[in-house]
């Protein structure tokens, strides 16, 4: 199920990727879309190779490598590069499903499995109307907006779109991970698990036996689990 991760960036960072991609080389999305998903698609993305990119791409990066919850929920073995979008005057996204597999760009045609999709916002809700991401869930369509900061992470498995947006601009980051345990339902066995250790650590004494017991089970979960 989508995990909505609160303050990936911070005000500061998301104020230097703002200016750094106002003044990068955007191009139309199509370039990059699939057979399929060619066909609803209607935004703008920051070419993968531009300068400013780059810069912006190395703050994302590094945000992501700090943030626990995204470590311990998605188990991250390789993060494609983000990349940039844009939606402004009726550009939308219709439903479609990201492709399985991901070639890295610059690695003369290395692959990696896309077992989570993300999108990282940089706009503010009240920037723009419209431009909702919407998630085909089990429970239903999910709409997300969320604040400048604030990241979306869901199984690549899922449809999903992004509505219309009527006014203003919605900027965001996304990009794919591949995670170290493939199997979704063992990745949500262990963050469950993870979730749990912390909670009862935060509850009992250093050194607790049950604490070091549960740690030590969820260790060799993950090592029975991961692919490397």
């Not at 601009?169 to 063992?186: G, K």
Request: glycine letters at 8%.
């Amino acid at each position: 199920m989508p995990v909505h991760i609160e303050g990936v960036l911070t005000p500061s960072e998301i104020a230097e990727c703002r200016g750094l991609i106002a003044g990068g080389q955007w191009v139309d999305g199509r370039d990059t879309a699939g057979i399929q998903a060619v066909q609803v698609k209607s935004n703008q993305q920051l070419h993968i190779q531009c300068e400013k990119a780059a810069e912006a791409r190395k703050i994302v990066l590094e945000a992501l490598g700090r943030n626990l919850l995204l470590r311990s929920v998605a188990l991250p073995r390789t993060i494609y590069p983000p990349m940039f979008n844009r939606y402004e005057g009726g550009m939308t996204y219709g439903e479609h499903v990201d492709n399985s597999v991901q070639v890295l760009p610059g690695t003369n045609g290395q692959m990696m499995r896309a077992d989570l999709s993300a999108t990282l916002f940089l706009a503010e809700p009240d920037d723009y109307e419209g431009g909702n991401l919407t998630l085909e869930t089990k429970a239903g369509t999910e709409l997300v907006r969320l604040p400048a900061g604030d990241m979306i992470l869901y199984p690549t498995t899922m449809i999903h779109a992004v509505a219309p947006v009527t006014s203003g601009m919605r900027l965001a980051s996304f990009f794919w991970i591949q995670s170290l345990v493939p199997d979704a339902s063992c990745r949500d066995i262990l963050f469950d698990l993870d979730r749990a250790i912390i909670n009862l650590k935060s509850r009992t004494e250093p050194q607790d036996p049950a604490v070091l017991s549960l740690t030590n089970t969820y260790h060799n979960l993950l090592r029975k689990w991961c692919v490397i």
